[in-house]
């Protein structure tokens, strides 16, 4: 499917500044003064709000506040800046043709930042039908990744979403082309060694539904899915 109807979108990538491997390419600072100041400083603030969240998400499963906090304190996040160019209309009617196609997430959460054109959609996992994200100011859309799914045994469940051609009411019925569309997305990860398997009070009446896995092994076997 990604052959036939591949997404159109562009991204610039931004990972922990100090990482020795993965290595952040950055534009000169005489191009864009202060980019790279003012990002690195959303990627830390983004970080932050991941850890009050996943204490949140603690104390909902009945764990002690901060247990998450030393599993996530490594800042193996993914922080994308998204830019879907205007696209004939057309073009996103083929079949499973979308801006960005039917997917979840890898890590624990998602944070995405996303402008008033629109087209992020969520799919409901009991009918299957996909309900907008309409987009509200002042907001931030929270998905659940795949292996916060995988600690909780499912009782946070991974969601799958994608992005299509804007609502009609938001477009002119005659429109030829789709307005362009920019989004930041924050992907929050657990430390890269960390072990996620079922937590114990999450088990339910039939255990565990997933073996356990490292950060590092699900996230870089789900992308050589993706991109092999």
Not at 50 to 73: K, N, T, W
Request: charged share 20%; proline share 7%; glycine share 6%.
């Amino acid at each position: 499917m990604r052959v036939t109807a591949p997404d159109a979108k562009e991204s610039m990538e931004i990972g922990r500044d100090w990482d020795k491997i993965w290595k952040n390419q950055w534009p000169q600072e005489s191009l864009a003064p202060g980019f790279k100041t003012t990002f690195l400083d959303f990627f830390r603030t983004c970080h932050e709000l991941h850890v009050e969240v996943m204490r949140s998400i603690a104390l909902g499963l009945q764990l002690e506040e901060s247990f998450f906090d030393q599993r996530i304190d490594g800042q193996y996040h993914n922080l994308r800046l998204l830019n879907y160019p205007s696209i004939r209309t057309e073009l996103l009617k083929g079949e499973g043709q979308a801006r960005a196609g039917a997917h979840s997430d890898y890590g624990t959460l998602t944070f995405v930042f996303q402008d008033a054109v629109g087209g992020l959609q969520v799919q409901n996992p009991h009918t299957k039908q996909y309900h907008p994200a309409t987009p509200i100011p002042g907001t931030i859309v929270v998905n659940v990744g795949d292996l916060l799914a995988r600690w909780s045994n499912d009782v946070f469940r991974s969601t799958l979403h994608r992005v299509v051609s804007p609502q009609r009411s938001l477009l002119p019925p005659d429109a030829e082309m789709t307005p362009s569309r920019q989004s930041i997305a924050f992907f929050c990860n657990p430390n890269w060694d960390a072990t996620i398997s079922c937590l114990p009070n999450c088990l339910g009446k039939t255990g565990p539904k997933y073996s356990p896995v490292t950060t590092e092994k699900y996230i870089v076997g789900r992308l050589s899915e993706t991109y092999n």
